[in-house]
């Protein structure tokens, strides 16, 4: 008798810890989504403190809920973009030749960039890498402008611009 009810209140019991109306989880992601796109749309870079409230709403998305999946790639997305570019190479005397230039540098991370952007679908993580790299080509633009090769002015010879060195 006693497993006859249990047998039949357990259905019961699971289907109201398993429900939709359990999850709060898709309610938090929604939350969470409308904080990432007014972030996105107002083109707040990614390192901007202002993140850190966003990723800290989906990571109180719990682990168990069905849109948990969907909160991890924001979380994985706002992080790769976060992540730090790799340390400007160390000035070593007498380096020169392709990769020794801040030129070069600069050239080599629009091209990580591009490749990043490439490689993500259509959606909303497209948005910060395409401005990121739009900055990254304004800036390479900028630096190859005022970047001169080795004995262009003057004075790199030891006379003053429009003197000849003696």
């Known amino acids: 008798m006693i497993t006859r009810r249990l047998s039949a209140v357990m259905p019961l019991a699971l ?5 939709p109306g359990c999850d709060k989880g898709p309610d938090q992601l929604r939350d969470a989504e409308k904080s990432y796109r007014d972030l996105i749309d107002r083109r707040v870079s990614p390192l901007d ?5 966003v990723i ?4 109180a998305i719990p682990k168990d809920s069905k849109v948990r999946p969907e909160a991890e790639q924001r979380i994985a997305a706002i992080r790769r973009l976060r992540g730090k570019l790799p340390p400007r190479p160390l000035a070593t005397p007498g380096a020169t030749g392709p ?9 080599a991370a629009c091209e990580a960039l591009a490749i ?11 948005e910060p890498l395409h401005q990121a790299l739009t900055d990254c080509q304004k800036e390479l633009v ?6 001169h090769p ?4 003057g004075h790199d010879h030891g006379g003053e611009p429009g003197h000849p060195a003696h």
Do not use: I, M, Y
């Open 15 to 19: 289907c109201l810890l398993l429900s």
């Open 49 to 53: 403190p202002a993140w850190d409230p």
């Open 56 to 59: 800290n709403a989906f990571e």
């Open 99 to 107: 990769g020794t230039s801040e030129v070069d540098t600069k050239r």
């Open 116 to 126: 990043r952007l490439g490689q993500t679908p259509e959606g909303a993580d497209r």
């Open 142 to 147: 900028r630096l190859e402008a005022h970047s």
């Open 150 to 153: 080795p004995g262009e002015h």
